[in-house]
């Protein structure tokens, strides 16, 4: 299921685009190169460091108070302030729609414009994409509300690796 991917946003203030691999869920397996359904539960994993997307529920970013998104896992295992990947590292795949109806059938497909939605139990917000940047210059990232805006949307691209 690992596919390198793009996903298009303004993720700091000199980049166009963040390099993502699509994964298996937290626990589970999934064939590399199976199609991905609409619909279904996905991993995302950062390329430059390795951690893989994820968001705790409970946790407000520091600009806009709403749900953080960070990458984690993995990488510092080793210090006791980061862990392995979790539940909190699923992320729902749905094709995006600007009304409460999404015509999640079928599969995802080069080009398709996506929302993904936070697979925790309590909130299922969506990702969100905006123009708040963090005092290091990198934008801040969120979950917020149920997907339809613009700022909730993403295409994703494969490249050459």
Not at 130 to 156: I, P, S, W
């Amino acid at each position: 299921m690992t596919v390198i991917a793009r996903l298009d946003c303004d993720c700091k203030q000199n980049a166009k685009y963040v390099i993502l691999a699509v994964i298996p869920p937290y626990k589970q397996y999934r064939q590399s190169g199976s199609p991905v359904p609409f619909d279904s539960i996905i991993g995302l994993k950062h390329q430059q460091t390795g951690r893989n997307l994820h968001s705790h529920g409970n946790q407000v970013s520091p600009k806009t108070k709403q749900q953080e998104v960070t990458c984690y896992g993995g990488a510092l295992e080793w210090n006791g302030h980061d862990g392995p990947p979790n539940e909190e590292d699923n992320w729902i795949l749905q094709r995006h729609s600007k009304t409460s109806t999404y015509d999640n059938s079928g599969y995802w497909a080069l080009g398709d414009m996506i929302s993904l939605r936070h697979d925790h139990k309590h909130t299922k917000k969506s990702l969100m994409s905006h123009d708040f940047m963090l005092d290091n210059g990198y934008q801040e990232v969120t979950c917020h509300a149920d997907g339809h805006e613009e700022n909730h949307k993403a295409r994703l691209s494969l490249i050459n690796t």
